[in-house]
């Protein structure tokens, strides 16, 4: 079956402008994690959606981001009046039943730069 | 929150030697240990995992250790192959909510 897709692969912004990244999860996965790797770092975790649950905001560095979910399938991570520093590849992924630490599937990342 | 530490940041073997990964974390309720490995321009991917009631678990050139008690677990590659080269990942988990922290990650090269 399909995998976690992420689209655009690849955005390059202006600085101060706002960007999109989308994210389609593996159909009947509830949980959905958002994460951002920077040049030669690790993943670092943003935020967290399960079914209908508040989502786990704690890992957003600014109000810039937001992040939603809708119908409980794909989601959209935002950043507003981007910054050089917001350049990194974002990742998403998506998990069947987070509360017993199941596999977190990948999504390919959308690459972001802001120039 | 969790904590993990990974090490080395970069490694470098020769094709058909072992190359070993090592973690650490800090919560003594993480019981979920997964290791990731990610290929370049890719997400990373499972390649292994291993829960606190076992300490050692092997899938064919690939095994885990866990000790618990230390509170560090160890990704072991034996006869590596120059497909092996990518960043891998250790990660921690308690298994609640979302608490799943990643380690730095660990760049292996295997020359031919």
Same mark, same amino acid.
């Given at each position: 079956?399909?995998?976690?897709?992420?689209?655009?692969?690849?955005?390059?912004?202006?600085?101060?402008?706002?960007?999109?990244?989308?994210?389609?999860?593996?159909?009947?996965?509830?949980?959905?994690?958002?994460?951002?790797?920077?040049?030669?770092?690790?993943?670092?975790?943003?935020?967290?959606?399960?079914?209908?649950?508040?989502?786990?905001?704690?890992?957003?560095?600014?109000?810039?981001?937001?992040?939603?979910?809708?119908?409980?399938?794909?989601?959209?991570?935002?950043?507003?009046?981007?910054?050089?520093?917001?350049?990194?590849?974002?990742?998403?992924?998506?998990?069947?039943?987070?509360?017993?630490?199941?596999?977190?599937?990948?999504?390919?990342?959308?690459?972001?730069?802001?120039? | 929150?969790?904590?993990?530490?990974?090490?080395?940041?970069?490694?470098? #073997?020769? *094709?058909?030697?072992?190359?070993? $990964?090592?973690? %650490?974390?800090?919560?003594? @309720?993480?019981?979920?240990?997964?290791?990731?490995?990610?290929?370049?321009?890719?997400?990373?991917?499972?390649?292994?995992?291993?829960?606190?009631? #076992?300490? *050692?678990?092997?899938?064919?050139? $690939?095994?885990? %250790?866990?000790?618990?008690? @230390?509170?560090?677990?160890?990704?072991?590659?034996?006869?590596?192959?120059?497909?092996?080269?990518?960043?891998?990942?250790?990660?921690?988990?308690?298994?609640?909510?979302?608490?799943?922290?990643?380690?730095?990650? %660990?760049?292996?090269?295997?020359?031919?």
């Amino acid at each position: 079956g399909a995998g976690v897709s992420q689209s655009p692969s690849n955005k390059v912004t202006e600085k101060g402008k706002d960007v999109e990244l989308r994210c389609d999860p593996i159909s009947g996965h509830t949980a959905l994690y958002w994460y951002r790797q920077s040049l030669g770092q690790g993943l670092e975790f943003l935020i967290y959606f399960q079914g209908n649950s508040a989502p786990d905001k704690s890992g957003l560095p600014s109000d810039r981001f937001s992040a939603e979910r809708t119908g409980g399938s794909v989601s959209t991570l935002t950043i507003q009046r981007t910054q050089q520093e917001d350049s990194a590849v974002y990742l998403c992924a998506s998990s069947l039943n987070p509360g017993l630490a199941y596999e977190q599937y990948f999504g390919p990342g959308t690459r972001l730069t802001v120039t | 929150g969790e904590n993990v530490e990974q090490h080395p940041s970069t490694l470098s #073997v020769q *094709e058909g030697d072992s190359a070993v $990964i090592k973690c %650490t974390y800090s919560d003594s @309720a993480s019981n979920y240990f997964p290791w990731y490995k990610q290929e370049l321009g890719k997400g990373p991917q499972l390649i292994i995992d291993i829960r606190s009631n #076992v300490g *050692e678990k092997k899938d064919q050139r $690939i095994a885990v %250790t866990l000790n618990k008690t @230390a509170k560090h677990f160890s990704l072991h590659i034996t006869e590596t192959q120059p497909e092996d080269s990518a960043v891998y990942f250790c990660a921690a988990s308690s298994g609640n909510n979302n608490d799943m922290r990643f380690g730095a990650g %660990t760049r292996l090269t295997v020359k031919p």
